[in-house]
Structure formats: structure tokens, C-alpha cells
């Protein structure tokens, strides 16, 4: 997958939440995407420049937020606050941001690091940006 430049995909998942936000690195290349540490909120409100710094860091060119659906579909009480964050980000940070679905993300996490709290939001982040990255193709 390469943007509408030519340039391979490098995008920054986000796994919105209210007191933590997970964040995984992906790239096209392979499809594959890496977990980072968490990022603190504070009502939602996440440390601008730690996610700076991510930006340049790995020279993104796509922010992917995970979208909260309700099974049926229907958007949950967290989906209006989880697209206000991408449009923050990407008025911010003068970047596209996209959504991925993260149904079942945090659980399958969870089951994945064993019930580390800590780890899981990093996972969950991962999986969204691995999401994205298959179906988007």
C-alpha cells in the first residue's frame, strides 16, 4: 500500500481512551504493526507532545483511530469522543486520520498479554493498525 504519493504508509494507531490511549507503529510494507507505550489522558485529553514526538519520530504520513462500535453497528458513547480526538489530531498535526472498527481489540488484547492492563492498550493499538492495514489494501 503507498499514498497517493507514491510513499509507503506509515501510520500511528490510537486506541482512544479516557485515562490511557494506546499507540502502535504500522508501515504497508509488510502489513505489520508494533505496539507503543501508552499515552496518558487526562479526560481524554492526551499529552500533545509526546504524540509530537511520535509523529517525527517515525515520520508518519496516517493516523488511525479505532472506531468503538456496538455490535449491532451503532456507534457507542465513546465513538463521538474517539472521532473528536481524530479530528484534533489531524487539525493538529496537519495529517489524514482515518478509522479502523476496534470491536473485541481490547479483549483480544487482554487475552493476548495475559491481562496486563498495561500492556493491552499498546495490543489493542497494534490490532487496529493491523486491521486497517489488511482491509485497506
Do not use: C
Amino acid at each position: 500500500m503507498v499514498d497517493a504519493t507514491g510513499s509507503v504508509v506509515r501510520l500511528l494507531a490510537f486506541d482512544y481512551g479516557l485515562k490511557t490511549i494506546g499507540v502502535a507503529i504500522g508501515q504497508s510494507v509488510t502489513g505489520s504493526a508494533t505496539p507503543l507505550p501508552p499515552i496518558r489522558a487526562r479526560n481524554g485529553k492526551p499529552n500533545w507532545t509526546t504524540i509530537a514526538g511520535l509523529i517525527r519520530e517515525w515520520d508518519v504520513n496516517l493516523l488511525v483511530i479505532g472506531l468503538p462500535l456496538n455490535m449491532d453497528d451503532t456507534e457507542s458513547d465513546m465513538s463521538a469522543l474517539a472521532r473528536k480526538f481524530a479530528s484534533d489530531l489531524s487539525t493538529r498535526f496537519s495529517l489524514p486520520a482515518t478509522f479502523a472498527d476496534e470491536r473485541l481489540t481490547s479483549r483480544e488484547a487482554l487475552a493476548q498479554t495475559q491481562g496486563d492492563w498495561e500492556k493491552s492498550h499498546g495490543v489493542a493499538a497494534m490490532l487496529i493498525a493491523e486491521s486497517y492495514l489488511r482491509y485497506v489494501k
